[in-house]
């Protein structure tokens, strides 16, 4: 196990690595399926989409267990989720948090639609997602321009995953795990098409 987030970060780069490879590899075969182990000592907490096309195993090529898997619509940070991060850290030391959104996601388009048809969702559970997403990305509509949609849609994951990683640094019941843990949370972007991971540049710990 990864004794500092920095090692641990490395481990996911190249396990990314690796994924990428086998998805450029001519005939390479599909992936295995990731088999079940009893005692799971992850090395990082993951908080992603819950997107089908976004398996953090199979894009960081490790084994269920080692790694601790958020997953939600639109990668947002509700108390739920703080809360899992917060077991995560407490229970298996873990000193990594990577939160990861995607392109192509379903809630940034669909939160970029009701801002731009100024509408609000009808059902509060997922209204509940959208009003998560929404502050970090209205400065983005507001200052798209002539920008495409897709570039538009591009600069509003990065904007929600930075309010999500912010909000996780913020939080009161995690500050003792950054302080005293040196929990580190960082920021990343996964390209579907691509199969590459974008980290945030940032140091670790």
């Given at each position: 196990m ?5 090692d641990?970060l ?5 396990g ?5 490879a086998?998805l ?6 599909p992936p295995?399926?990731p088999?079940l182990?009893?005692?799971a000592?992850?090395?990082?907490i ?10 953090p195993e ?7 267990g ?7 619509a ?5 108390p ?5 991060v ?5 229970a ?9 959104g995607h ?11 009701h ?9 509060p559970?997922i209204?509940?997602i ?8 209205v400065?983005?509509?507001s200052?798209?321009?002539n920008a495409?949609?897709q ?16 909000r996780?640094?913020?939080?009161l019941?995690?500050?003792p795990?950054i302080e005293n843990q ?6 990343a972007?996964?390209d579907i098409?691509?199969g ?8 670790t710990?």
């Open positions: 990864p004794s500092t987030a920095t641990a490395a481990r996911l780069k190249a990314n690595d690796r994924f990428v086998r450029s590899a001519a005939n390479s075969p295995k399926p088999h182990v009893l005692n000592k992850p090395h990082a993951i908080l992603t989409c819950a997107d089908a096309r976004v398996p199979i894009i960081f090529d490790e084994i269920i080692n790694l601790f898997v958020i997953r939600v639109g990668n947002v940070a509700a739920t989720q703080i809360g899992s917060e077991f995560a850290a407490a298996f030391g873990v000193r990594l948090v990577v939160v990861m392109t192509g996601c379903a809630a940034i388009n669909a939160t970029l639609a801002i731009a048809a100024g509408t609000e969702e009808p059902s559970s209204r509940a959208i009003d998560l997403i929404r502050p970090a990305i400065p983005i509509t200052n798209a321009e495409d949609h570039t538009v849609a591009d600069r509003a994951v990065a904007a929600n995953v930075n309010a999500a990683a912010a996780l640094r913020t939080c019941t995690l500050k795990f040196h929990l580190t949370i960082v920021g972007r996964y098409a691509t590459r991971v974008a980290f945030d540049d940032q140091s710990t």
